[in-house]
């Protein structure tokens, strides 16, 4: 028998559920599937449960440094890992129950638990269940990538979910990939006790980013006494002992780091695998994310794609922006599309890097007149009050229109700061316009209007 909805939303993470919310108050009823934890990766094993121990991780470092303020701590500086992993899996399993209840409790919204697949362009199999409706939503995230290197199926490795189940220390932490994942563990670890090696395979860390930010996050890295290898061009996995040999082979430096854990942070790959997408006619590129247009209409009429699985977008906020699209484009005859979009987003080393826009090098490949500033966080008061002077901020404009095309704080605040600068973007105003403006002191924002200020001209 095929239980008939208005809609079927796939996957309780950032999009699925506020979709849901939507369609229900609009008198659509709608069938909810998840198959593992609401509230998907952010809740579970990305953002939530990572910032949260990057939190403790801060208090470890802060107290250790406590003397340089003045304040005694009355000893040496202890860690309790069942009591940092108590506090995680407190504050992120409070948000998974208020996905689960806010779903259960949704009027005309039904909710299903299992793993879904289509049967058809309508009809979807869940259990022992079979559900069809004319509108379906995809929201099933991703999870991390691992990838079939030499020796991998000889060791034991962990990833972004298992090494949140930790309620000890490693002793050696080999962080196999030096991007945001990998980097943001990298530190946490570190400032926990552990002795933690980086082992990446591009030339330099977070390879995305400018050259400075990645120089001088690797500095910042290697002050704390992280050790990092970038160039491993060989990466492979052998038993020693108890330990963990990972081949590197980089072009200095020993062949290989032993370390008795290794994580995998080599990057994510959609959860579209097992959705029978083939059935629905949904086509997905040779990664695997589900194509989608402008709007998140996929190749069948009547089925969407919201969040990481349509390859558009990595963060939460471009899942839960994916979700404002088509809301807006279903329920309020608006026309938003993914391309109006602005992408910001941060790295939560401490400091941390906010970035909003284009990198430097992706500014001077548009071949435009470019204006460029840059001022080192020794030269923003707020940041020497507190005594976090590492990093820098930059700004890019456009020298003709004026328009900012994009910023990078990698700083004390700079995951708050860089929304000055986001939100003057998404207004399309002039950087100028700011230059009238009265900032707060001592901020680390007050300094973006001298920032923008001191801008000089680069040849395209
Ligand atoms: C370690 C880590 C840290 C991160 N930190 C940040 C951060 O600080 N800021 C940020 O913006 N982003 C961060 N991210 C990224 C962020 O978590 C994701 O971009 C976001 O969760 C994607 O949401 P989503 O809705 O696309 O999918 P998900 O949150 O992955 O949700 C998908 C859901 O679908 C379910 N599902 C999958 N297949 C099926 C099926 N066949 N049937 C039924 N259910 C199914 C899954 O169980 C899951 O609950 C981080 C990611 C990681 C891994």
Known sequence: MTDTYDAIIIGA???????????????????????KLFGGTCVNTGCIPTKTLVASAYAAHLARRAGEYGIGTGGEVTVDMKAVKARKDMISTRSR??????????ERCTVYRG???????????VGTHRL?????????????LVPDLPGIDRVATLTNTSILELDTLPRHLVVVGGSYVGLEFAQMYRRFGAEVTVVEKAPRLIAREDEDVSATVQEILEAEGITVRVGAECIRFEPRGADIAVGVECTSGPPVAT???????????????????????????????IVVDDELRTSAAGIWALGDCNGRGAFTHTAYN??????????????????DRILGYALYIDPPLGRAGMTEAQARATKRPLLIGRRPMTRVGRAVEK???????????????????????????GDEAIHGILDMMDARI??????????????????????????KSVSP
């Open 13 to 35: 993470g950032q999009a699925g559920p506020p979709l849901a919310a939507r369609l229900t108050a609009a008198g659509m009823s709608v069938a909810f599937i998840e198959r």
């Open 97 to 106: 129950n208020g996905v689960e209840s806010w779903l259960e409790k949704m």
């Open 115 to 125: 793993h879904a697949r289509f049967l058809s362009s309508r009809e979807v199999q």
């Open 132 to 144: 069809a409706a004319k509108q379906v939503f995809i929201n099933v995230g991703g999870r991390a």
């Open 259 to 289: 370390g008795s854990h290794v994580l995998l942070a080599m990057g994510r790959r959609p959860n579209t695998d097992d959705l029978g997408l083939e059935n629905a006619g949904v086509e997905i590129d040779e990664r695997g994310y």
């Open 322 to 339: 994916d979700f404002e699209i088509v809301a807006a484009n279903l329920l309020d005859g608006e026309r938003r599309r993914v391309s």
């Open 387 to 413: 005594g976090e002077t590492q990093g820098f901020m930059m700004a890019i404009a456009d020298a003709e229109t004026h328009q900012i095309l994009g910023a990078a704080i990698l700083g004390t605040g």
């Open 430 to 455: 002039p950087y100028t316009t700011l230059q009238r403006a009265m900032p707060i002191h001592p901020t680390v924002s007050e300094l973006i209007p001298t920032l923008l200020g001191e801008m």
